[in-house]
Every structure is written in C-alpha cells, then in structure tokens.
C-alpha cells in the first residue's frame, strides 16, 4: 500500500491496535508518541518520540515527515479526578494534548497532503462526564471535526469516534465505582476491546463512503444516553 499512515499514540493501547492492523495490511506507517519503551514495531515503523503538548513544534515536525495520507488523532491523556482537585499544570496538559495538539495535526497534516482524518474522542464529550476538563476537551474535538468537515468541503474526510471505555491500561485510571456503575448500563456487560475500536477508526480512515463526513460514531454498546 502506498498511502502513509501517521498515527499518534500508536504505541499502545488502541493506538498500537491500529499499527498492527495498517501493517497487515502494508500501508506506511509514522507512530508519534512520547516514548517507544516495549514497542516491538520499530523496524517496521517511523516512529516518532515526541511529546505532543509542545504544540507550536507540531508543525515543523510534520514537514520533516514527507507526505501524510491519512491522519489519526489518538494520543490523549486522562487523569479521572474531581475538577477541583485539578493542579493548573494538569489543566494545560490535557488542553493541548487532548485538543490543542489534534487541531494543529488536523492543519498541518492537511498541508501534507491528508485527505482523511480520524479523531479518538469519547462518550465523555456527550454526556455530563464526572471528569469536566476531559469531558470538556472531547466535547471540543467532537465540534471541532464538524468544524473542519465544513471547512474544508469534502477535500478531506474527517470523521470522530466516541467510545465508551475501553478494556486498555486507561481504564485503570477510572475509579471501581464508576467502572461497575458503567458495566451495569451496556447490553454485553463488559467494556469495548481496543480491536473493536480500531477497526471502527481504521473503517472511517480507509473504507468508509465519503457520505460520511463531519460526524461522530458511537461505540457504547447501547449505554448512551444516560
């Protein structure tokens, strides 16, 4: 495959789900994330150690990656604590990583030649979410790839998910209650894999008709609205 994947965050969790499935499949692959510690893809990969909250570097670092096909915007970060406990340094951290940083991939990659984008949001953004500035950050990246659709008129096909949580290292950031209080709203009773997620992303980044634009696909398993 000729197309050149960029994928943030790609080195775990439903980042490292999609490496392994655009490598099976032989697309280029670029992985960004801040360290490559037990990331057994290094031959196989660009990657890229970058730490994505020093957003004004975001686009001199793309120029220096050639052409960009398709962008995934996964990296995030997420802290599930109440809002009043939140220390500034961690409100800009999340800021720039969980939006900030995705907005300047979504422009920069634009200029180099992306014409597909997938951005990792979450039910968080839809919902009154316990955790505001992460609820809050994925409620922006919900409209901002509404935004960009419209701005950039069908030239790139840009698309969301909003999982609900997922069964990665993540999910041990949430507090029991608030997992065993989830499980009892899904059908199956259990959380989404990393799998299911990715071939959801890697659908709207590959297959997907170009119909579908502008919008958000949920992957909640019948718990939203609640």
């Known amino acids: 495959m000729n197309q050149t994947?960029?994928?943030?965050?790609?080195n775990k969790g439903i980042g490292l789900a999609l490496t392994k499935m655009f490598l099976d499949l032989n697309y280029k692959l670029i992985v960004i994330a801040r360290d490559f510690e037990n990331f057994s893809y290094k031959d196989q990969v660009t990657y890229v150690p970058y730490d994505l909250s020093d957003v004004e570097g975001i686009p001199k670092l793309i120029e220096t990656l050639g052409k960009v096909d398709i962008l995934i915007n996964n990296a995030g970060v997420m802290y599930s604590i109440p809002h009043e406990n939140y220390q500034d340094g961690q409100i800009e951290s999340m800021l720039n990583l969980n939006l900030k940083a995705p907005i300047k991939l979504i422009q920069s990659c634009v200029k180099a030649g992306a014409t597909r984008i997938v951005n990792n949001a979450s039910i968080a953004g839809q919902i009154g979410h316990p955790d505001i500035w992460y609820g809050m950050t994925k409620a922006a990246l919900i409209n901002?790839?509404?935004?960009?659709s419209k701005i950039y008129q069908g030239k790139v096909i840009i698309n969301a998910v909003a999982p609900s949580p997922v069964n990665t290292d993540m999910l041990d950031t949430i507090p029991i209650e608030r997992r065993e209080a989830f499980l009892k709203t899904v059908i199956s009773g259990r959380f989404a894999t990393a799998e299911e997620v990715a071939q959801t992303i890697f659908w709207l980044a590959t297959e997907s008709p170009e119909y579908i634009n502008g919008t958000t696909v949920d992957i909640n398993n019948g718990s939203f609205p609640r």
Do not use: D, E, N, P
């Open 5 to 10: 994947v960029l994928i943030t965050g790609g």
């Open 144 to 148: 901002a790839t509404k935004s960009f």
